[in-house]
């Protein structure tokens, strides 16, 4: 999202577009050369300490169905109910609320499914502090590879033959402030990334796991999830999906999922907060 923007405006204020372009490309292969050294040294130290996949609970197909329902009726009432004040800088709160809302939602599947005990989920108390330690530093370790491909991706998109958007939420960061500022960095930072969590790596991938095999299902709950965030953003979030489903399946804690998921929101946030989108 803000690497989009910054592309934009090294083209607007540099020498040449095409230069500044290039210049932007072998930049984010740089940093993706960079990142996959990186992320072989976080692939080696995970698998020292952690050297096999957990085994997944079964989930009944049911439970999946009622979370794909329950979402659709969570965003839906949400649109219905947080949009209907109009522009204005609550409009960024807003439509983050309607992400918490459906989480709330196909949360509450979740936990049906759970049956009341939060380790089915991941969220046991045991070893949560080292699942925490664990996720936040692979997530610091992965994120030049991170940043270079969304660097690779940006570029690429701006060359495609159509205009692709990015998430609705993302443009109104320049009309928030104060309070609205405040309550959308708390929503897109704990709030939102701990119900993704709970969906895609509690509940979808137990689901597909305990199916499919582990590979195959955190491959494919990372697809799920990174279509779900849209075309623009869809490369840099599989891979991020992709470390999200290795941390919780070989962990066994979603506490190690949502520390990387909540730090990684957390930059991004910072930085389009911080006035790169107004430029």
């Known amino acids: 999202m803000m690497v989009a923007c910054l592309l934009r405006v090294g083209q607007e204020s540099g020498?040449?577009?095409?230069?500044?372009?290039?210049?932007?490309?072998?930049?984010?292969?740089?940093?993706?050369?960079?990142?996959?050294?990186l992320g072989f040294l976080a692939r080696h130290l995970f698998r020292k300490h952690w050297?096999?996949?957990?085994?997944?609970?079964?989930?009944?197909?049911?439970?999946?169905?009622?979370?794909v329902v329950a979402h659709?009726?969570?965003?839906?009432?949400g649109s219905a109910w947080l949009l209907?004040?109009?522009?204005?800088?609550?409009?960024?709160?807003?439509?983050?609320?309607?992400?918490?809302?459906?989480?709330?939602?196909?949360?509450?599947?979740?936990?049906?499914?759970?049956?009341?005990?939060?380790?089915?989920?991941?969220?046991?108390?045991?070893?949560?502090?080292?699942?925490?330690a664990t996720g936040s530093g692979l997530w610091l370790l992965c994120l030049p590879l991170f940043y270079g491909l969304a660097m690779v991706w940006q570029w690429t998109l701006l060359h495609w033959p159509d205009v692709v958007s990015t998430q609705a939420w993302v443009g109104y960061f320049g009309d928030a402030g104060g309070a609205p500022l405040a309550v959308a960095a708390l929503l897109g930072i704990v709030v939102v990334p701990f119900l993704e969590e709970v969906l895609f790596r509690g509940l979808l991938q137990s689901a597909l796991v305990s199916r499919m095999g582990a590979r195959s299902g955190i491959i494919l709950t990372a697809v799920l999830f990174a279509l779900l965030h849209g075309l623009a953003s869809f490369v840099p979030v599989l891979a991020l999906a992709l470390l999200l489903g290795e941390l919780r399946q070989r962990t066994g804690?979603?506490?190690?999922?949502?520390?990387?998921?909540?730090?990684?929101?957390?930059?991004?946030?910072?930085?389009?907060?911080?006035?790169?989108?107004?430029?």
């Open 51 to 67: 050297p096999r996949y957990r085994p997944s609970a079964p989930v009944h197909l049911g439970f999946v169905v009622g979370a």
């Open 72 to 77: 659709g009726l969570g965003t839906m009432v």
């Open 15 to 37: 020498s040449g577009s095409d230069e500044t372009s290039l210049a932007f490309l072998f930049g984010g292969l740089g940093l993706c050369t960079v990142g996959v050294g």
């Open 253 to 279: 804690s979603l506490w190690a999922s949502y520390a990387a998921h909540l730090f990684h929101n957390g930059l991004q946030i910072a930085i389009l907060a911080s006035g790169l989108m107004s430029h």
């Open 84 to 132: 209907s004040s109009g522009e204005g800088p609550w409009k960024l709160p807003a439509l983050l609320g309607i992400s918490a809302l459906s989480g709330l939602a196909t949360g509450a599947v979740a936990w049906a499914w759970a049956r009341g005990n939060p380790g089915a989920l991941g969220l046991g108390r045991h070893g949560s502090s080292g699942a925490w």
